[in-house]
């Protein structure tokens, strides 16, 4: 299983993956209150890397990361936005990507 975990050396807690998450009903992001009031992911909820939609909104580079290869996922790299069977996701949010997909 491949997943995805926030960077706290890099992000700014704006709360866009919570609420892109919470827009397409999956509620996989969460804000942790203890020890340090921070967003984090819920591996068990999220369904990257079939969704990738947090990635997209994020505005923090290289906060929100790859666990298995520690690779950054924000700027998204182009294999996984780009994906067309993907589509439906994006058409599936009332707002609009800060990085609209291209073909
Ligand atoms: S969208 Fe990025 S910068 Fe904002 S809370 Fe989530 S991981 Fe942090
Ligand atoms: S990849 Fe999708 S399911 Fe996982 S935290 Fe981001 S928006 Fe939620």
Not at 28 to 40: C, G, M, N
Not at 83 to 99: A, Q, Y
Request: aromatic share 6%.
């Amino acid at each position: 299983m491949t997943t995805i975990a926030i960077d706290h050396e890099k992000c700014t807690e704006c709360r866009m993956c919570l609420i892109a998450c919470e827009e397409i009903g999956i509620n996989a992001v969460y804000l942790e209150l203890e020890p340090r009031h921070r967003h984090e992911i819920d591996v068990h909820k999220c369904t990257y890397p079939t969704c990738v939609v947090c990635l997209m909104y994020c505005p923090a580079p290289g906060s929100i990361i790859e666990v298995e290869t520690g690779r950054s996922l924000v700027p998204p790299p182009p294999e996984l936005w780009r994906d067309r069977e993907k589509k439906w996701l994006r058409d599936s949010l009332t707002f609009k990507p800060r990085r609209p997909a291209q073909s």
